[in-house]
Structures are given as structure tokens and as C-alpha cells.
């Protein structure tokens, strides 16, 4: 529980400045929903004109772009982008800051067994990425709720909001499996920004080329909001690879961990 609390005042700092700018986020963005949907039909033509691929660019339908919850959708990209940052720099420093700071063979010296001391750690991670997806849902519905005054479903919203949430898990759970298998990680930063932006452009990439397999590579595009919205549901494949996904490299991690040979410090 002492892990877990050092854990929790670690990131208390970091996970607020999160929180808030990413409903800062939803709250600038749906702030100009109003502007957009005054002249639907003449946005809508104009969507209409721009070439396939350049829509696929920018992630743009214009089936959904112009009602409420594809407005949001739209916007839902960018803060994703963001929070998978946030969850890949959690997942790479959960182990890695110790062996960095050189105080893995001191907490190891402690009379705790190695899986509380992984279990602390990663739990108290996944709390700060519950308390920023907690934030950002209420603050994205009360958004969309101020920025408009035509129904939507409130069941849709909550689907595409908590997209957010699984995307942070795939990303936690590849940068928790990059604390324990490389060797010596100086800057988390240098680990966590490369390995997002590769996912993100692949999707991208994907998406010009409209190639559906290449769908599969990317989890920025496992939660299509046009989807979501038509069918108040996830795509189950898509679904169930992200938790395949999470519960095999969390599994990992423990497994890696716990046969890891850690120096002491020089």
C-alpha cells in the first residue's frame, strides 16, 4: 500500500495537468460546434467537394462530421492522440524510472515481494488513467450538452468517449511491456512520442491508402466513430484485440519482471 500511495502522490501533479487539458480540450472544440452547425447545408457541400482522400486525411465523414456526436467524434481524434501520450509515458516509466534513478535495487531490497511491488506500481498508473478518463467524460457531456440544443444519445456519447480509455490501456500496456524488456531507457519521452505518432500515421496511412487491413496495425483506429454512432456499439474484433492485447502484454510485464536480473546501482 506504501508503493501505491508514493505512486499516487508521484503522479497526482501530472495526472490533474491531464485531466484538465484534455476537458479543456472538449470544451474549446465543442465551443464552436454552434458556428459549424448554423450552416449545415453549406458545410456539408463543401465537405462534399473535398477529394476522398483528403477527408480520409483528416479523419472527416460527412455522413456524422455535422451533427452533434460526429462533431465530437471529429474532435475525440486529437484528444486520443494526447491521452495515448499520457498512457505510453505511464506505461514506459512505471518500471524504467527506477532502474533511471537507480533505486530499483534499493525498493527491491525492501521485505516486498516483487509482484507487490509490480502490482503497486502498475495499479497505481491505471488509477490515473481511470481519474483522467472519469474527468473526461463528465466534461465532454456537459460540452456537448451546452453546445447544442438537439437530442442525442447519451449511450453513443458515453461509447465514444470511453473509446479514449481503451486506446490509453493499448498504450499503458506496450509501454509497461518497453519498461522490462529494453535494456536502459535514459528518456521516457524519447520512447513514448515515436512509438504514438508510428500507430497514428499508420492508421493515416491506412486510411489514404483505404486499405482496412492496415486498420488492424493501428489502435487509433480500432473505434470508428461513424460506427459507433450508426450502431451504439463497438466493433467486437476490434474490441476484443485490444483486450487480448492488454491482458497479454500486462501478463508479460509480471512474467519479465519477476525473472529480471537488477543491478544494483554503481
Known sequence: MNIFLREIMTYRKSALTWAGSLGAIALAFMAMYPAFSADVEGLYAVLENFPE?????VNISAETFLSVLGF???????????????????GVG???????????????????????????????ALSVILFTNVVFVAISYLA????????????????????MLFVQLFFFALGALFSVTVPKIKSVIAVSLPTVF???IIGVIGDVLDNVEVRWLSPFRYFDPAYIITNKSFET???????????AALV????IFLKKDIRAAA
Open 53 to 57: 482522400a483528403i477527408r480520409a486525411l
Open 198 to 200: 508510428a500507430f497514428y
Open 144 to 163: 456537448v450538452s451546452i453546445s447544442t440544443t438537439e437530442a442525442f444519445s447519451s449511450q453513443a456519447l458515453l461509447l465514444l468517449a470511453s473509446t
Open 72 to 90: 465530437y467524434g471529429y474532435l475525440l481524434g486529437f484528444a486520443v492522440l494526447a491521452a495515448a501520450i499520457q498512457a505510453m509515458n505511464l
Open 94 to 124: 512505471v518500471i524504467s524510472k527506477e532502474v533511471t534513478d537507480k533505486t530499483a535495487d534499493f525498493l527491491i531490497s525492501k521485505p516486498v515481494s516483487r509482484s507487490r511491488i509490480v502490482t503497486a506500481k502498475l495499479t497505481a
Open 237 to 247: 474484433e476490434y474490441l476484443l484485440l485490444t483486450v487480448v492485447f492488454v491482458v
Open 252 to 255: 508479460a510485464t509480471y512474467v
